[in-house]
């Protein structure tokens, strides 16, 4: 069991700092809703895991299992309908990693930015650069699992 500690902004503009080789990434929910686990699948390059998250907002518990490539396979047409594809780039930032989602498909023109923290206190002082927007950490419109079959909030 993991404890992922995680704020999300949109964005704006895409600044000079995020590389020229963002990573493909297919992910898939198999089980998702409020007050439930959320089950998901995912690519990211060559590699392939299960994740399941629990909870929301800020603070959540995150489980994550490394698959096969024909693991991930034989799970991803159980996600059909419920399915996110995104170029994933990381930024350093004094504070850590920035992991930025270039959303595709229905999501076109969605760009989210994620920084994991190591614990609450880091969290709550870090200072988002200019480049981030508008903070949506908490915002169940804005969460992945939500994404993938309503599409683009409003």
Excluded at 36 to 54: I, M, N, P, S, Y
Aim: charged residues 20%; aromatic residues 8%; proline residues 6%.
């Amino acid at each position: 069991m993991n404890v992922e500690i995680e704020r999300k902004f949109l964005v704006e503009g895409i600044p000079d700092s995020v590389g020229p080789d963002p990573v493909p990434v297919r992910q898939g929910y198999l089980a998702r809703g409020a007050g439930v686990a959320e089950v998901r699948v995912r690519q990211q390059g060559d590699e392939f895991c299960l994740t399941v998250k629990q909870g929301s907002g800020l603070e959540r518990l995150e489980y994550e299992v490394p698959l096969t490539e024909a693991q991930f396979e034989a799970l991803w047409p159980a996600t059909s309908g419920a399915r996110v594809v995104k170029r994933r780039s990381a930024v350093a930032l004094p504070a850590g990693t920035a992991h930025v989602d270039v959303f595709a498909g229905d999501l076109t023109g969605l760009v989210t930015v994620e920084v994991e923290f190591a614990d609450t206190a880091a969290a709550a002082a870090f200072e988002p650069p200019a480049w981030f927007g508008r903070e949506v950490t908490g915002q169940s419109a804005y969460a992945n699992q939500n994404l993938c079959v309503a599409g683009m909030p409003e």
